[in-house]
Nanobody, 119 residues
């Protein structure tokens, strides 16, 4: 399974960005997908997640500003980020939780995409 993320970039505070991630390769089914981020000197943290049923969850720091959505037919997940703040600066990683007959849950990671928010 390969995850390809795109959409990062450099923006000013208050602007928006949309991240996209698509899973490809041989897979049975996706339990859910998520976006994590890691800022310099900090641990990787969950930003937002979505289950195959469409349930979502968000980090408190992004609630009301970020929206996660998915396209099951495309094995894709998106993160619409609005009202960006400098503290949102990080490398954003796409994650997929994959089900197979051999494992109920196995994590796969994308390569990361840089988001920089600076004036």
């Amino acid at each position: 399974v390969q995850l390809q993320a795109s959409g990062g970039g450099s923006v000013q505070p208050g602007e928006s960005l949309r991240l996209s991630c698509a899973a490809s390769g041989s897979m049975f089914s996706i339990n859910g997908m998520a976006w994590y981020r890691q800022a310099p000197g900090k641990q990787r943290e969950l930003v937002a997640g979505i289950t195959d049923g469409g349930d979502t969850n968000y980090a408190d720091s992004v609630k009301g500003r970020f929206t996660i959505s998915g396209d099951n037919a495309k094995n894709a997940v998106y993160l619409q980020m609005t009202s960006l703040k400098p503290e949102d600066t990080a490398i954003y990683y796409c994650n997929a939780d994959i089900w197979s007959p051999y494992s109920d849950s196995e994590d796969y990671w994308g390569q990361g995409t840089q988001v920089t928010v600076s004036s």
